[in-house]
């Protein structure tokens, strides 16, 4: 199997097309340890992949490469194991589970979990999560969740009440985003400019609440009215 390479865009594309045949219950998030930050060079993904594949099947005995995702430095993604197959991810957890590796060592005092990368996953996990619809406080597991998993995974460095306020802020972000569509908003400044709308933004912060009586009522009359002096 060959690995891709793609921006968040493509991948929340690729994912919402995707023919799952499996029902997903956890997000696992993990950090690749080594290779690190400074192991890429901007263009090397695809063969970071690829190694870090030969060492899962070759050494380890697995047979593919354990995660679904690898999230590189500057937050691009490559594609790792076939999205239907569960990875080789948290023993015992791996039923049902997406498993995403970030590209670095995330314990204190190595590489910074942020910038471009940081944006990247937190945008990613929370249109995973949405789209799955998982109970994110409840699905989303860091490696080291896991009682028996002895390790800092991903990263002594990534507190996780932070990283879940900051994904939680990112799902309230992206739902009320997506509900929002551009035509919605489209339409209020039209209706502003005619002068039929007061206060846009006040308008647009309740873009899919429904209409007041009153509302609808003023509307028409204020059309009526206008159409009434054209004649
Ligand atoms: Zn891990």
Known sequence: MSFLIMDTQKLKSYVKDFKWTR???????HHTWKPDHSDYNGSNGIALQTAMRNYHVNTNGWNDIAQHLTLLPDGQWVTGR?????????????????CIEMLGNFDAGFNKFTGQQANAMFEFCAFFVLQMKLDVNACVKFHRDNPNAGKTCPGTGIERGWFMNTLNEKIKESSNSSCAEEWKIRAVDELAKAGLLNEPLMWKQKINEPMPVWGVLILINELFTRFSEKK
Not at 23 to 29: G, M
Not at 85 to 96: K, M
Request: hydrophobic share 40%; aromatic share 12%.
């Open 23 to 29: 029902s997903i219950k956890q997000l696992h998030v």
């Open 82 to 98: 076939d999205f239907n197959q569960d990875p080789a991810s948290i023993l015992g957890w791996n039923d049902g589970a997406f």
